[in-house]
Nanobody, 118 residues
Framework: QVQLVESGGGLVQAGGSLRLSCAASGSIFSINAMGWYRQAPGKQRELVATITNGGRTNYADSVKDRFTISRDNAKNTVALQMNSLKPEDTAVYYC????????????WGQGTQVTVSS
């Protein structure tokens, strides 16, 4: 089992920055990748960025060159630095972790609200 605890989020003006953090605990040895997803009202949850244990990253086209995902293996933490924020970035942001131990499982954080005002 993996537990994910998020911090960060809040209100920011367009063009501003926020940093989201997610700390993993539990069976952390089985985590293969972590990432961030977001869901706006009335829309499907979508991928924002992912990072593997080896450091390989993947970004949605809408956030590439503005957002940066990073990890700290010693602290079992993943962060999302969000710069040049736009109103369309407004959503609930969710941390996730993918584990493999006999089978693949996906875990989710509780979600944190990010609101970008114009």
């Amino acid at each position: 089992q993996v537990q994910l605890v998020e911090s960060g989020g809040g209100l920011v003006q367009a063009g501003g920055s926020l940093r989201l953090s997610c700390a993993a605990s539990g069976s952390i040895f089985s985590i293969n990748a972590m990432g961030w997803y977001r869901q706006a009202p009335g829309k499907q949850r979508e991928l924002v960025a992912t990072i593997t244990n080896g450091g390989r990253t993947n970004y949605a086209d809408s956030v590439k060159d503005r957002f940066t995902i990073s990890r700290d293996n010693a602290k079992n933490t993943v962060a999302l630095q969000m710069n040049s924020l736009k109103p369309e970035d407004t959503a609930v942001y969710y941390c996730n972790a993918v584990t493999f131990h006999l089978t693949t499982r996906t875990y989710w954080g509780q979600g944190t609200q990010v609101t970008v005002s114009s």
